[in-house]
C-alpha cells in the first residue's frame, strides 16, 4: 500500500508498484541500486518505484543519520540526488568517524537552503517518516536490505540488473 508520505518516482499510475527498503550504509542496498538504475530507463514507465528507509543501525552507524538527511533533501525536492550521492559515494563516507561535516559537504553541494535543512533535519515529521517507513518494513516482515516487493510480493534473487529486469517484464506481461 503507497502512502501519500512515501517518496516515489515513475508512472504513479502504473499498474506495477516497486517498493524497496533499503540502508544508504548498506553495500547490498548499493548493489540493488545500482542495478535499479541500470534498467531504470527501460521499466520506469511501467513502474511506480517507492524508496522507504529500513536503516540497520546496529550494524551501519550512519544509517539513521543518512536517512535524516535524505528526507530533509526531500523537502527542497532532492531526494533522488541525495539518494544517489549516499549510494554512489558510499565507500567514501561509510567507514567515517564523524558524518556530520561530510553529509553537510553534501548539503552544500545540492545548493539546499542550508538553515531550512537545518529545521527540517532536526524536525519531528523528518524523524517521524523514517520511523514510519521502519514499522513499514517490520509489518512486511522485512528481516534484511534489501527487501524488495513487486505488487506486494516479495522478491527475492534479483540483485542483478538482469534478474530485476525479468521478472518485472514477466510482471508488465501479466498485468496484461
Known amino acids: 500500500e503507497v502512502a501519500a508520505t512515501d517518496i516515489s518516482k515513475g508512472n504513479p ?13 548498506c553495500p547490498a542496498c548499493r548493489a540493488q541500486h545500482r542495478s535499479i538504475r541500470k534498467i531504470w530507463p527501460q521499466i520506469k514507465g511501467s513502474v511506480n518505484f517507492v524508496y522507504r528507509h529500513f536503516p540497520l543501525s546496529n550494524i551501519h552507524p550512519h544509517a539513521i543519520t543518512a536517512a535524516y538527511y535524505a528526507e530533509a533533501a526531500a523537502k527542497q525536492d532532492k531526494f533522488w540526488e541525495m539518494h544517489d550521492i ?4 558510499q565507500g567514501q563516507w561509510a567507514s567515517t568517524k564523524e558524518i556530520k561535516p561530510v553529509f553537510d559537504g553534501y548539503v552544500a553541494e545540492l545548493k539546499l537552503d542550508k538553515d531550512q ?24 516482515h522485512a528481516a534484511s536490505t534489501p527487501t524488495l516487493f513487486l505488487n ?10 538482469d ?11 501479466d498485468a496484461g
Open 86 to 89: 549516499f549510494f554512489d559515494r
Open 13 to 25: 499510475d502504473a499498474k506495477l508498484t516497486l517498493i524497496e527498503y533499503s540502508d544508504f550504509q
Open 117 to 140: 535543512f537545518d529545521k527540517d533535519v532536526a524536525s519531528d515529521e523528518v524523524r517521524d517518516k523514517v520511523a514510519s517507513d521502519i514499522q513499514s518494513a517490520k509489518k512486511a
Open 163 to 173: 534478474k530485476l529486469r525479468a521478472v518485472i517484464r514477466q510482471a508488465i506481461k
Open 152 to 161: 506486494g510480493k516479495l522478491l527475492r534473487d534479483v540483485r542483478e540488473a
